[in-house]
């Protein structure tokens, strides 16, 4: 695929536009570099318009802006996972993307954020494990009796490139309004396009599954993820699902979510889970 295959957006949205040089739409700054091309196109401009038809402009950011406003709204919002921090981690663009989403004002109001994993030969559940998914080097910044044991059997059987999807989050003002419907088909799109990973996952409360986010989003869950006094909740346990997708199930997601949009203001490209039962659940 050719790297100079760049996403536009389409002439009724930029003449609309009020982006600002630091606030900028991520489509000026998305790159083609795997995966169907017009598929991907037409899910990102989809999304876009889908996102500024509800007054939001989405913007690539930095782990460090997602931390700070993580910090700022902890009255609504758990602290992240330590993953996300670029004080415990080397993270860089190469291995990682977030998108803000902003209001009229400038405010972000909806966040999402992917990070890569290179594993090689290593088991994604030996990285979940060991903490290493979590710090750069555990053993010096982990919390006193801090443990994540893993059951799941797709983390015991994945290797090579692996993305976690997270950090979806809504200002409680903004709830109401499915913006993450938009957000995480297009950060997913981004991880897939910059990364072609081998797995996509998430850790992802039983709530969730039950009120069916899961499958909405195309996430298979497996069972489970136990995180012991972790910085997201010290002194407790969260019992989560490991919900994951690969890039086959990723872009059926991208089709129908695309589908749904269409006839939906204006895409042109400019040249160029359920209920918990047993140990498994299943979107395909």
Same mark, same amino acid.
């Given at each position: ?5 760049? #996403? ?22 998305? #790159? ?26 989405? +913007?690539?950011?930095?782990? $460090?802006?997602?931390?700070?406003? &993580? ?5 609504? /919002? ?6 996300? $921090?670029?004080?415990? &981690?080397?993270?860089?663009?190469? &291995? ?12 972000? !109001? ?23 998914? @979590? ?22 059987? +994945? ?24 957000? #995480?088909?297009? #950060?997913?799109?981004?991880? @897939?396009?910059? /990364? ?12 969730? !599954?039950? &009120?069916?986010?899961?499958?909405? /989003?195309?996430?298979?869950?497996? /069972? ?23 890039? $086959? ?20 490209? $400019? ?14």
């Amino acid at each position: 695929m050719n790297k100079t295959d760049v #996403v536009a957006a389409p002439p009724s949205v930029r003449a609309s536009s009020l982006d600002m040089a630091s606030q900028r739409s991520f489509l000026s700054d998305v #790159v083609i570099e795997h995966g169907p091309r017009a598929e991907l196109n037409t899910m990102f401009l989809r999304a876009d318009t889908h996102l500024r038809e509800m007054g939001v402009r989405l +913007t690539l950011g930095s782990f $460090d802006e997602l931390m700070a406003v &993580n910090r700022a709204n902890r009255d609504n /919002w758990a602290p992240l996972l330590p993953l996300f $921090d670029p004080a415990m &981690n080397d993270i860089d663009p190469a &291995n990682s993307v977030t998108l803000l989403g902003r209001n009229a004002s400038g405010k972000v !109001i909806v966040t999402v954020a992917a990070r890569l994993y290179n594993l090689g030969r290593h088991r994604l559940a030996d990285e979940i494990e060991s903490l290493r998914l @979590l710090y750069r080097d555990p053993a010096s910044v982990k919390l006193p009796d801090e443990e994540i044991k893993v059951s799941s059997p797709v983390a015991r059987a +994945t290797r090579g490139k692996a993305v976690f999807s997270g950090a979806a989050w809504i200002h409680p003002d903004y709830r109401k309004q499915s913006l993450l419907d938009p957000a #995480v088909p297009v #950060v997913r799109g981004l991880g @897939l396009t910059k /990364w072609m990973p081998d797995l996509t996952f998430s850790f992802m409360v039983p709530e969730l !599954i039950k &009120n069916g986010t899961a499958r909405r /989003w195309y996430m298979n869950v497996d /069972w489970e993820i136990t995180m012991i006094n972790t910085p997201v909740k010290r002194g407790g346990t969260i019992h989560a699902g490991m919900s994951w997708t690969r890039p $086959d199930l990723m872009l059926h997601h991208f089709a129908e979510y695309a589908a749904s949009r269409s006839g939906v203001g204006s895409a042109q490209v $400019d040249g160029s889970v359920g209920e918990r039962s047993g140990d498994q659940q299943r979107v395909v």
